[in-house]
């Protein structure tokens, strides 16, 4: 399971106009804010974004400036492979360490939906363990050893969300590293990242 919401682009104005200061051609922009605040790049500006965008990192670097901020619920199991994103990026996260004991432990707090029946029992049977410990620490928060328990127990499969800011550039790298991933997760982050402003022209540069 993975969700990815409040999902805000920033800063295109600014990294367009830097796409031009090597040949300083700011005469030649031709972009502008519609009614509702969106900014449009014009003809001219857009053709010299897909110019750059298709000619390699090196030629790209206005892309490290068009910053992306979204709200990713993904699995633990999920952020492991995220986290090799980890340049260019920046994330804040809901506390395991500080917050898990602070709600009961329910089924859908974990990515479950590809298991089969006899995996979700398990799984079911590891919740109801769980959330014995968390109402152990509840009443007792002097004990550490639920809270461990809880901590060492928690499997990978339990949801976290994650405010996430990112680039161009490295979504780029993250659409075409995982877009056919066998991980169902990646699928549902490359088709958010593929309705973004101009991802087709300046993100999916491949297709």
């Known amino acids: 399971m993975l969700k990815a919401e409040r999902i805000s682009v920033m800063n295109i104005e600014n990294a367009v106009r830097g796409a ?47 910053f992306v901020s979204i709200d990713i619920t993904a699995p633990l199991y ?18 395991t360490m500080h917050k898990i004991h602070s709600k009961p432990f329910e089924l859908d707090d974990f990515s479950h939906e590809r298991m089969d029946e006899g995996s979700v029992e ?18 007792n928060k002097e004990d550490r050893t639920p809270w461990h ?23 780029i790298n993250i659409y075409y590293a995982r877009k056919n991933h066998k991980l169902a997760e990646w699928h549902v982050l490359c088709d958010a990242i593929a309705q973004l402003p101009y991802a087709k022209e300046l993100i999916m540069t491949k297709e």
């Open 20 to 66: 031009r200061n090597p040949l300083n051609s700011w005469d030649r922009s031709d972009s502008h804010y519609d009614e509702n605040g969106n900014y449009i790049l014009g003809e001219n500006d857009l053709s010299l974004c897909m110019r750059l965008a298709k000619s390699g990192s090196d030629h790209r670097k206005y892309l490290r400036q068009i």
């Open 78 to 95: 999920w952020w492991k492979e995220f986290d090799t994103y980890k340049v260019g990026t920046v994330a804040n996260s809901c506390s």
């Open 122 to 139: 398990v799984l079911k049977v590891l919740i109801d363990h769980l959330e014995k410990e968390r109402q152990k620490f509840c009443e």
């Open 149 to 171: 328990n809880m901590i060492q127990l928690l499997p990978t499969s339990y949801n976290q969300m994650r405010t996430v800011t990112l680039n161009y550039e490295n979504l």
